[in-house]
């Protein structure tokens, strides 16, 4: 069964600093691993998402690496904005039964 | 247009009801998912449905069954509601995982509350 776990739980920093979180995941053999964010009372938005033979994929000021051997993914935001601030989830889809299963999210705040 | 659609954003209810929440995508998506939300964050799947299959985490109640009239809506009914009920509901649709694994779209989420 797989396990996903996201390390740190939480983070408070100031503006500006280039942040990195963590994603680690039990089973390696994987489809692909999505990264979403959200908002306090609202849905998951889809940030980025690597297939299993993709190594990063970018956006903007996100990158989000992926090393399955591992085990492990890392999302890296550059330059971090107070409208950062939101709770950081990571989706792994492993084969078998193709449910996407969830960590339970790093809870980010960058203050000004 | 909204990909991933739920209705209703909120329901109150009171215990020994029955409800339900309705899910429809228009992204031509084949799996619909069902996840729901604790007080912790948490997103723990409750079904997984395409037009082959459903996958139903063996540690939800049978309370709760989902019911899809065609691919593109999945509805969740829930019967005699219990307080431990009370979360946000997020239904979910993805690309037929079985051929070509896809990204997950969400819904904006259903807040439950049971009285």
């Known amino acids: 069964k797989q396990e996903v776990t996201q390390i740190p739980a939480a983070l408070s920093v100031p503006e500006g600093e280039n942040l990195v979180l963590n994603c680690s995941f039990t089973?390696?053999?994987?489809?692909?691993l999505q990264w979403f964010r959200q908002d306090p009372g609202k849905g998951l938005t889809s940030l980025l998402l690597?297939?299993?033979?993709?190594r990063e994929q970018t956006s903007g000021r996100l990158n989000a690496s992926l090393d399955k051997s591992s085990g492990r993914s890392t999302l890296y935001i550059a330059a971090s904005q107070p409208g950062d601030s939101a709770t950081y989830l990571c989706a792994v889809l492993s084969g078998g039964s193709y449910i996407p299963t969830f960590g339970r999210g790093t809870s980010l705040i960058v203050h000004p | 247009d909204t990909a991933v659609s739920q209705t209703p954003k909120y329901l109150v209810t009171q215990m020994g009801n029955d409800k339900s929440i309705k899910c429809e995508q228009n992204?031509?998506?084949?799996?619909m998912y069902w996840y729901k939300q604790d007080s912790k964050k948490f997103l723990k799947i409750m079904f997984s449905?395409?037009?082959?299959?459903?996958?139903i985490n063996e540690t939800v109640p049978n309370r709760f069954s989902p019911k899809s009239p065609d691919k593109a809506h999945l509805n969740l009914h829930i019967n005699s509601l219990e307080l431990g009920d009370s979360a946000v509901y997020f239904c979910?649709?993805?690309?037929?995982?079985?051929?070509?694994?896809?990204?997950?779209?969400f819904g904006e989420g259903s807040r439950l509350t049971v009285l």
């Open positions: 449905y395409n037009n082959k299959e459903l996958i």
């Open positions: 690597i297939q299993s033979s993709q």
């Open positions: 089973d390696s053999a994987i489809y692909n």
């Open positions: 979910a649709s993805s690309q037929d995982g079985t051929r070509v694994p896809g990204e997950l779209f």
């Open positions: 992204l031509g998506h084949d799996t």
